[in-house]
């Protein structure tokens, strides 16, 4: 019987090989002839490629990839400084209309064709291009991001002591005249910091001395002194130990980008153990991460929970919770306050980076990736804010212990991680169990994403040369090898301004314009209808036809990319060249950044020029098939394609893609006419 012919009683044979050169069609056939359902011999659907072990690992991969550092440093601060409470509004109206429309499309779109995010713009030929600017994005981040695993792992490392934290004192090498705790001292010893930072016994000085300090003697003798008033004349200018530690004694801060001095070969150190991490975890591909991120994901919430316990035990911690979410409702008319929202919704979900769609590419096709929109966006965002509960417990125990106003405290981003906090948990009984706890928990955080993205440019690689996938490890090796080399540049004496540098260039509104692409190839080029009859074929008309389902579609193609249009819009017109806190970039680092958003952007308007010129016939002729899917575009299991032709057949669209493609001259016609009766999800459909 010929593979592509109807059995008599108008069922479809299926076949477990993938879609491939040189598949026979009578391998593998059962004593009946026809060939075993895909992965009904308790292997892998997916023979060639591989599928996850079980859906908990799929679960578990996209929540360790989804939640990672910024749920814990960005979005506490970003929430602060934009209304408090008053932030969630915003935030979750564009978790609504952009974060979770865009996470089930790109769940769907790779589960599907189980393709990385190169592959899966066979679907429409002409947007390739934002397949190659994902793996470039990913291929930027992945270096600098590892360099900020990289600080957690020599904190977590210096966290191991019996003594004092090394970020406490102002006794260490690097250690300033400025630090800020000299004063502290000076005032335990009844002495006061002069204009020309020395220490003076107060009993030294005269009454004059005294009034121009704005300290009063209160008893006869100048025995003792009234010193409420006083203040510290160089007060601008002390540094925090914990900065001072941050500065000088991890980063040997130059000062200047341009002044990249030495290697810190403590850094390189940890770089190095970061990258040989990665690798040990992939080198199996999804087999070996899949079970990695239990531990990756879970933790985590172990860690917050227990630091959340120990900081609702400390004075001033309730004041600094209030901090978090009084809100402020007059932030909510000022445009920054949605854009702000809209791009850290981006980041949270980890949407348009391509580390989506290709986690979901390893799913069995029956996966219900509908469910799984759902879930994880929103465990996303309510660890953000449970994160944010964490951190600002803590910040406010170190207000109080300061005496200070908790904004007085609060630092951005990596302020936040690796100087305010760290001095916070300074203050804590046992500090150094503390401290090892929390950047190991950040470690966890970062490695659980890191891994997602490095997986996102190995498969790329794989998927679009084939004869690869044999020797993944030596891909997989040789990214790490190159990668690591590059970000040496980021452990020299400049090289946090290098990690600036990247962070605010390499993916920041691309990631918006990949996202508005997707919208714009899926729901008006591929066609909104077809999309829907491809998810259908795989979770079933009980999904499809929930009244629900019809937010998606409407999102797709019209509310989320007028969302994405505005956010853009407002980035650009007031677009501000990006700092490193109080340095402003030289402009041969802007011209830099602006390199690497183009090495990402470029992509997709030489992908469409390539496109256009390899088609033949006239302008609109070409132009319709560099729109039009390619033949080999669908289901990678010849079974899978052939209910998705009779999906599409009864619903009124067409199947993206040949029924065959390596045999659809010869196929002879097959009947149809058949109705589709929608087949069961796996056991993994839990809904």
Sequence with gaps: MHPDEAVPNGTVPEKQLPIGPGVNDNHMMESNGVPPKPGADGGDENQERGNWSNHVEFMMSCVSYAVGLGNVWRFPYLCYSNGGGAFLIPYCIMLAFAGIPLFFLELSFGQYTSSGP??????VPMLKGVGYGMVVCSGLVA???????????????????IYQLPWVGCHHEWNTPYCSELVEECFANNGIMTANNTCVPMENLNEEQLASYNITATTAGNSTFFTHNYTDPLAHERVRPSEEYYRNGVLHDSGDISKSGYVIWQLALCLLLAWALEFVCLAKGVKSSGKVVYFTAIFPYCVLFILLIRGLTLPGSIEGIKFFITPRWELLTTPKVWKDAAVQIFYSLSVSWGGLITLSSYNTFKNNCYRDALIVPVLNCATSIFAGFVIFSILGFMAHELKKEVGEVVAEQFGLAFIAYPEAIARLPIS??????????????????????????ITSITDNFPRLRNKKIFVLGGFCTISFLLGLNCVTQAGSYWVVLMDKYAADFALLIYGLCECVGLAWIYGVRRFINDIRTMCGNRVVEQPFFKWFPLNWCALTPAILSFVLLFNWISWENPTAGDYEFPGWAHGFGWMMIMTSLI???????????????SPMERLKQMTKPTPDWGPALLA???E???????????????????????QPPVDYSVKYVPAKLDESDMA
């Design 640 to 642: 899978h394609r052939r």
């Design 432 to 457: 150094p169990l503390w401290a090892f706890l929390f950047f190991f928990m950040l470690i966890t955080l970062g490695l659980g994403s890191q891994l997602c993205i490095v997986e996102t440019v």
């Design 118 to 123: 190169i592959s899966v713009w066979r679907s």
């Design 644 to 666: 998705a032709y009779d999906v599409h057949k009864q619903y009124g669209t067409e199947l993206g893609g040949a029924l065959d493609p390596h045999s659809e001259k010869s």
């Design 143 to 161: 270096i600098y991001y590892n360099v900020i695993i990289t600080y957690t792992i020599f904190y977590m490392f210096k966290s191991m002591t």
């Design 603 to 617: 992509w997709i308007p030489l992908n469409m020029l390539f496109e256009f010129i390899r088609a033949d016939g």
